[in-house]
Structure formats: structure tokens, C-alpha cells
């Protein structure tokens, strides 16, 4: 795929997936480590102990009463782009992000990626890449698009066998802070997509009827 231009303002889609199609994530502390990551390093605020951290999620029963306000304050002050969506899978992931300044995003995904895969290599005493090659990058066109995309990314779980028809309810993807309380505060902007619907019960129908898992292309795309 060929690189994308990225643009203060603009909406894309952002997915890899695993070398060799390979697992990314082998346990829940992984998947809490890749959740910390995508939310937390969304700005120049740096973090001395990630491992605290992950600790304190293990240990709440709510991820969103481990979350600083502070810290929540500092980090979207000087934000380099705004996370919309996500969805872990177990050998890939799918994020939705608005860039907010310049090369915004090639720097959110420079330090989550190098901070998991040096985390992976470490932890699983692995050696190597992590991910098939770069991130794939497309654009979002159209508020139609977004809206579809938000769906696609958040039916992704019904793939998994465990989790059919019970995507809402999947902790590893943002569906549930679509539906629900939003774990994250700030750190997920749920706002603009929540606005186009008149309420959550008609969001959740869309994302269930929509058919977009069938509609997109990108999973062909990322399974090439």
C-alpha cells in the first residue's frame, strides 16, 4: 500500500496485523498494554513506569477509575491526533483516528508500535519484528464512510467464535464506550460519530444491521 499523506483535521483508518499472520497479543496483559498505548500516547506526555500503570488497571474493576484527570488534561492539551475507534484482534487491530497537528499521526504510531513491539520482544523473550511491515493508512472520504467505518471497526469481534452477536460486550474494542460509560473520558472522542445518531440504542442498531463487515473491502485488503 502505498503511503498516505496524512492531514490536520482528516479522519483515517489505521490497521496492521501480525508478522507471518502471526498472533500480536497472547494475553490480557498484553492487550492492556496495546489499550494504555493507544490511549495514553496520544501527545508528548511521556510515562517513567508504563508497567504501574498497567498494574493499577489489573487491579480496578473500572479501567476509567485508573485514569488520572490530570494526566487526562496534559495529554489532550498538546495532542497529536485524536483516537475515534479501535478493535484488538488476536493477530491484528483496527484504530480510527482524527489527526490534530501535523505529522501528527506518523509520531502517535511511531511510539506505540516501537513501544509494543520492544514490550513483546521482551516480555515473550522474542526476537525481531512484531507486525507485517508498516501500518496500512487510508483515508476516510466522506462522513458516510466514518459512520460505516465506526460499524465495521466495532462488529470486527464477531469474527471470534466467543464473541458473536456479543460484540458490545467485547473489553478489547471501543463498542462498548459507544453504549456505554466511556472508560477512557477525553483520551476517546466519541462525540462526533454519538451526535449523528439520536440516541445510543439507535447507534448500536445501526452498527448491528448495517452490514458493514460485508461493505468493506479493507479486510480483504488487510488479509492480502
Not at 464506550?177 to 472508560?183: K, L
Amino acid at each position: 500500500m502505498r503511503k498516505e499523506t496524512t492531514t490536520p483535521g482528516e479522519y483515517y483508518h489505521i490497521f496492521n496485523r501480525g508478522i507471518n499472520k502471526n498472533d500480536i497479543f497472547y494475553n490480557d496483559l498484553d492487550r492492556l498494554r496495546f489499550l494504555f498505548l493507544i490511549t495514553h500516547l496520544q501527545s508528548a506526555v511521556s510515562f517513567k513506569n508504563i508497567s504501574r500503570e498497567i498494574k493499577l488497571l489489573v487491579q480496578s474493576r473500572a479501567l476509567h477509575s485508573c485514569v488520572d484527570k490530570e494526566i487526562i488534561a496534559e495529554i489532550c492539551k498538546e495532542r497529536f491526533i485524536e483516537l475515534v475507534a479501535f478493535a484488538l484482534m488476536p493477530n491484528h487491530f483496527h484504530l480510527l483516528i482524527r489527526e490534530v497537528q501535523e505529522n501528527g499521526i506518523p509520531q502517535y504510531m511511531h511510539k506505540i508500535l516501537t513501544a509494543y513491539s520492544k514490550y513483546i520482544n521482551i516480555k515473550h523473550e522474542k526476537d525481531g519484528h512484531v507486525l507485517q511491515g508498516p501500518y496500512r493508512i487510508v483515508h476516510v472520504d466522506n462522513n458516510e464512510q466514518l459512520t460505516y467505518l465506526s460499524a465495521y471497526i466495532h462488529r470486527n469481534p464477531r469474527d471470534l467464535t466467543a464473541w458473536k452477536n456479543k460484540e458490545a460486550m467485547y473489553p478489547w474494542s471501543s463498542y462498548q464506550d459507544y453504549v456505554g460509560a466511556n472508560r477512557w473520558h477525553e483520551l476517546l472522542s466519541t462525540t462526533y460519530i454519538q451526535e449523528q445518531f439520536e440516541n445510543i440504542s439507535e447507534y448500536q442498531q445501526f452498527v448491528e444491521t448495517s452490514g458493514a463487515k460485508e461493505r468493506e473491502l479493507l479486510e480483504d485488503m488487510l488479509l492480502d
